[in-house]
């Protein structure tokens, strides 16, 4: 329970003045204790003697950067959102590289809230991929964030497994090379396009130079927000409009797409993902991808049955389609499953039924999808992966109501399946509701330390339950549910 002596609601709004970060009412619990586990690091007694001096402006840049490295989610993979990357790859990119071909050969782009640096070593892999004459060109590709140890973790470019899991292994083996200790290392020619630096999205008089993130051709500010108070996030978005040359690109996360936040942007849409541009006077609507009339780019408008995805990156990401949109950021893909022979009695064959309603939600067709599902489930009552497959499209489709009841049907059919916890803990944290989402996690946890390491998780996408460990625990040590 939040100590009582401190006005933890004061406290709440200095982090979202210094750090944007979002910590209502009812995640004041969340707050102490990130305060809590920055206060260990800081030396300082407790929570309460961390918020104080928090308060009191006492704590120096550095000492604020530790408290944002515990207050902070740290979640990403190479490739993440592959839509986004598809449109990058198929329309954005070789619309800019087209342009400046012509000019000086140069290109400026910005990861904002770059993490651990997967974002822009993907962004740096697909230019390479995408430009032959790379070697010609004056590419500069900034990265920032404002937790330390993340950055510190970009520049060495080491990578566990589970950074490589929107990918295949043929990518891996084509940019990385295996460590000693099994980790996979970036190689120096991707490795040293990009230039990482400490950076407070919110801070007004920021440590680096406005020049070093002004003239920016593209950015990437994806996941970022959707953790901000609506101020900041306002305040960021306006910042990144600056920061953009005329006719540039900003991309967000799906989730993170709002008309209102991005009103001085004109919305373009591709398959699958809706990406922002600053609009000029030059600008023709349109000249590359389709513009949206403003009104109807909301995340809800993201086309729930969009056509599967016509282009991916080169010899990137995996190409095999999949449950479209990280809305949900932590909930993984559903797995491809191979359709089985036609059944030969007559009445619905429920395991066609399963393996129709999986292709579905892969190809993100997620209303024929439903309808399968809801099928499905009227065939069988008792199957747990129908009501499980339903509440993941009910979240894509963003019914979390609908979801969280399909989910509790599915959890008490098949109440060791840890990835049904996982996904009620993620919806619980969605919704704000912050100590169910962490009992779902421990539960979670508790029944994947009883399977061996390399088992693969029932219901999930070919994880295995190491993996899922390392998530879950990621999850609870970063605060979000100690
Ligand atoms: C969930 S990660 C997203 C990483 C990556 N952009 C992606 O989509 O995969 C969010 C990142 O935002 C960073 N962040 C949070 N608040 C920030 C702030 N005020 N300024 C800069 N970065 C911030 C976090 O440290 C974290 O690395």
């Not at 402006?57 to 989610?73: F, G, K, N």
């Not at 893909?333 to 399963?354: H, I, M, N």
């Amino acid at each position: 329970m939040p100590d009582p002596a401190i006005s933890w609601q004061q406290v709440s709004a200095l982090v979202a003045q210094r750090l944007g970060l979002h910590f209502p009412r009812d995640r004041l619990g969340e707050l102490q204790r990130g305060l809590d586990s920055a206060a260990g690091e800081l030396r300082l007694a407790d929570a309460g003697e961390c918020a104080r001096q928090l308060v009191a402006a006492q704590l120096d840049d550095a000492q604020v950067e530790v408290v944002a490295s515990h207050l902070t989610i740290g979640e990403t993979y190479f490739f993440r959102g592959e839509e986004t990357f598809a449109a990058l790859a198929a329309h954005v990119l070789p619309a800019l590289t087209a342009a400046r071909r012509r000019g000086d050969k140069r290109l400026r782009l910005w990861s904002a809230g770059c993490c651990s640096g997967e974002e822009p070593y993907s962004l740096a892999i697909l230019l390479r991929q995408l430009l032959p004459d790379i070697d010609d060109w004056r590419i500069s590709i900034l990265a920032t964030d404002i937790n330390p140890r993340f950055l510190r973790k970009a520049s060495d470019a080491v990578y566990g497994a589970w950074s490589f899991r929107g990918t295949s292994g043929e990518f891996r083996e084509r940019y990385f090379r295996r460590a000693d200790d099994g980790r996979y290392a970036l190689v120096p020619e991707i490795k040293r396009m990009v230039t990482f630096a400490p950076l407070n999205l919110v801070d007004s008089a920021p440590a680096i130079p406005a020049a070093a993130t002004g003239a920016m051709d593209l950015i990437l500010c994806r996941n970022v927000l959707m953790y901000f108070t609506a101020d900041q996030a306002a305040a960021v978005a306006a910042r990144l409009h600056r920061s953009l040359r005329e006719d540039g690109w900003l991309v967000v996360a799906p989730c993170e797409v709002s008309q209102p936040l991005f009103a001085r942007f004109t919305p373009h849409t591709f398959d699958g993902a809706i990406l922002y541009r600053r609009r000029s006077a030059a600008s023709a609507e349109a000249r590359c991808g389709r513009a949206l009339p403003a009104a109807s780019t909301s995340a809800a408008s993201v086309p729930a049955a969009a056509p599967a995805i016509t282009a991916s990156p080169p010899a990137g990401p995996r190409r095999r389609a999949r449950l479209r949109g990280p809305r949900m950021a932590w909930v993984p893909a559903v797995g491809c499953r191979p359709e089985p022979a036609p059944a030969s009695s007559a009445g619905p064959d429920v395991r066609a039924l399963s393996a129709r309603a999986h292709r579905l939600a892969n190809e993100g067709r997620l209303g024929e999808a439903l309808a399968c599902c809801d099928q499905w489930v009227a065939c069988d009552r008792l199957d747990a992966g129908a009501h499980y497959l339903r509440a993941m499209v009910l979240i894509e489709l963003g019914e979390m109501a609908q979801a969280n009841a399909a989910l509790q049907r599915s959890i008490y059919l098949e109440p060791d399946a840890a990835m049904t916890c996982f996904a009620l803990g993620n919806l619980e944290r969605r919704l704000g509701r912050r100590q169910a989402a962490m009992r779902h996690f421990q539960h979670a946890l508790a029944l994947l330390q009883r399977q061996p390491p390399e088992a693969g998780v029932v219901l999930s996408d070919g994880i295995t339950a190491h993996q899922m460990i390392t998530l879950v625990r990621q999850l609870l040590d970063a605060g979000d549910a100690a």
